[in-house]
């Protein structure tokens, strides 16, 4: 038995929120993959619970009219990894939640619960931080869209509004388009273990595939929420692909995030990663993109 | 402070095993619970009850779950087997339950069940794995005694089995 004070249970979204203004102390379960683990633990302990867990409107992956990418906030990892537009256009956020736990965590752990607890170790959010994701919020008032950046406030908090729920993640056409990406996630056992640190680069190349025209990348571990490292990409725009450029990028991540010593790793260490993830990540991306170097 | 608890129920209808069944649930359940206290389906084991350990696993149409980090009350309209769905009519084992046995991939056997599960979903997909697959699909299971090696076995030779194809050596 789980210590819970009371469950309200929403079949649509309307449900949802119409249950969240009624009950404002009430907090969220999805597929309770974080929520009942620190219920059990205690620290969420005698609490009242909504679950949206049934609200089959909320899972998949589809496309919308000017091409944007809409995944559903319930969508199971599992079913990320296995969606024929994930893996056509954003392969790489289908290989990054299929790094998460094991098989049994990725069929319950739901997208949206990966980026509404706000941990930086979500080995969903690097990746969607470095596509400029953007976060679909519903609430009494309506639906509200936010950049995925700005959604995240501090370690442990996003930005919900009383009332709201997160209904999908969007992916805009002009960050998928033409675009290929690759994470790395370091950790000290291949499976069931939280990321040391996240890397998710991704590159556009010119049509000769010899200049890099765009590249992306950004970190989980490396600072309190997931972050981007604008001075490693600047360090890329618009030059020559080369080896050199691989090797000056990575060096360049180290102006940009400030990591920190955890019993997981030392701050020194997840520096190093930092460099070696940024330059393997890049390296493979030019790779996925049709480059050589 | 805190009302006074007052005791909340439901009545969930699934499908247990191939037999529809229905219960009234305290909403508090874990599914674990459901499964144990009022189906005596006592293959569903209580491990780490935190979704670490793999112990509790039964399919959910068709996919692979940890029934003790899963609420009671989402069974609601569900298919769910266990490893008690998986004998014959005269209490046969299947080939899978048969191939634990014959690698030795059983000690203690608290882990079994939770595995065979878990290798029902990778066994009904039809799907040829490399061991290196394999071994990522059988990653959301613990077991202390058997070191794996003979657990990985049991199921590749049972894949190869089902596939009509000869174990590569
Ligand atoms: C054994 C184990 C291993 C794990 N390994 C990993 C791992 O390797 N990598 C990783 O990233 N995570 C891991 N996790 C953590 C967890 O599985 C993920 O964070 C998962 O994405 C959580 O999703 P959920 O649907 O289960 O969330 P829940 O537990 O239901 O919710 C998580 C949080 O988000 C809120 N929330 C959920 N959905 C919404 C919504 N739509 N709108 C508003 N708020 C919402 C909840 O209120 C809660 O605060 C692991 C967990 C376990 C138990
Ligand atoms: S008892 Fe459920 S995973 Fe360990
Ligand atoms: S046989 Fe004992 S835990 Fe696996």
């Given at each position: 038995m789980y210590d819970m004070k009371a469950l309200?249970?929403?079949?649509?979204?309307?449900?949802?929120?119409?249950?969240?203004?009624?009950?404002?102390?009430?907090?969220?379960?999805?597929?309770?993959?974080?929520?009942?683990?620190?219920?059990?633990?205690?620290?969420?302990?005698?609490?009242?619970?909504?679950?949206?867990?049934?609200?089959?409107?909320?899972?998949?992956?589809?496309?919308?009219?000017?091409?944007?990418?809409?995944?559903?906030?319930?969508?199971?990892?599992?079913?990320?990894?296995?969606?024929?537009?994930?893996?056509?256009?954003?392969?790489?956020?289908?290989?990054?939640?299929?790094?998460?736990?094991?098989?049994?965590?990725?069929?319950?752990?739901?997208?949206?619960?990966?980026?509404?607890?706000?941990?930086?170790?979500?080995?969903?959010?690097?990746?969607?931080?470095?596509?400029?994701?953007?976060?679909?919020?519903?609430?009494?008032?309506?639906?509200?869209?936010?950049?995925?950046?700005?959604?995240?406030?501090?370690?442990?908090?996003v930005d919900l509004h009383p009332g709201e729920i997160q209904t999908a993640i969007l992916i805009p056409k002009e960050s998928y388009e033409n675009t290929f990406g690759h994470y790395i996630k370091y950790a000290m056992r291949n499976a069931m273990d939280i990321a040391t640190l996240g890397t998710s680069v991704n590159v556009r190349l010119s049509a000769d595939k010899k200049t890099v025209e765009r590249t992306r990348i950004a970190f989980g571990v490396a600072g309190p929420v997931p972050l981007r490292a604008a001075t490693a990409e600047q360090t890329a725009n618009g030059q020559p692909v080369s080896q050199e450029l691989a090797e000056a990028f990575s060096q360049a991540v180290k102006a940009d995030i400030n990591p920190r010593d955890s019993w997981r790793a030392s701050r020194d260490f997840r520096m190093h990663i930092a460099v070696e993830s940024a330059k393997r990540a890049f390296i493979e991306s030019v790779r996925l993109a049709g480059g050589e170097l | 402070m805190a009302e006074k608890f007052v005791k909340?129920?439901?009545?969930?209808?699934?499908?247990?095993?191939?037999?529809?069944?229905?219960?009234?649930?305290?909403?508090?359940?874990?599914?674990?619970?459901?499964?144990?206290?009022?189906?005596?389906?006592?293959?569903?084991?209580?491990?780490?009850?935190?979704?670490?350990?793999?112990?509790?696993?039964?399919?959910?149409?068709?996919?692979?779950?940890?029934s003790c980090i899963y609420l009671a009350v989402w069974a609601e309209g569900?298919?769910?087997?266990?490893?008690?769905?998986?004998?014959?009519?005269?209490?046969?084992?299947?080939?899978?339950?048969?191939?634990?046995?014959?690698?030795?991939?059983?000690?203690?056997?608290?882990?079994?069940p939770g595995f065979i599960l878990t290798a029902v979903e990778i066994l009904e997909t039809g799907k040829e794995y490399t061991d290196a697959e394999l071994r990522k699909l059988l990653s959301g299971h613990l077991c202390r005694c058997t070191g794996y090696e003979n657990i990985l076995r049991a199921v590749k030779k049972t894949m190869y089995k089902r596939l009509g194809k000869a174990m590569p050596e």
């Open positions: 309200y249970e929403a079949g649509s979204v309307d449900e949802a929120v119409a249950l969240r203004v009624a009950h404002p102390d009430a907090q969220i379960i999805a597929g309770g993959s974080d929520v009942l683990v620190q219920m059990r633990e205690g620290k969420r302990a005698g609490a009242e619970l909504i679950s949206i867990y049934g609200i089959d409107a909320l899972r998949g992956v589809s496309q919308e009219a000017d091409g944007t990418l809409r995944i559903g906030s319930l969508t199971s990892f599992s079913h990320i990894t296995k969606d024929p537009l994930i893996q056509q256009y954003i392969n790489v956020l289908g290989e990054a939640v299929d790094q998460v736990g094991g098989p049994q965590i990725r069929n319950i752990g739901t997208i949206g619960g990966n980026t509404c607890n706000g941990v930086t170790s979500a080995d969903s959010a690097s990746t969607l931080f470095a596509w400029d994701a953007i976060v679909e919020l519903t609430g009494p008032d309506g639906v509200r869209r936010q950049p995925i950046h700005d959604f995240y406030l501090k370690a442990g908090k | 909340q129920y439901k009545t969930v209808h699934f499908n247990l095993n191939g037999n529809d069944v229905e219960r009234s649930v305290d909403v508090r359940a874990s599914l674990t619970d459901m499964l144990r206290n009022d189906f005596r389906m006592t293959s569903v084991k209580k491990g780490c009850e935190v979704g670490e350990c793999g112990a509790c696993n039964v399919l959910i149409d068709g996919e692979a779950f940890n569900k298919h769910i087997r266990t490893l008690e769905g998986l004998l014959g009519p005269d209490g046969e084992m299947s080939d899978i339950q048969q191939a634990f046995i014959d690698e030795a991939a059983i000690q203690c056997g608290f882990c079994t």
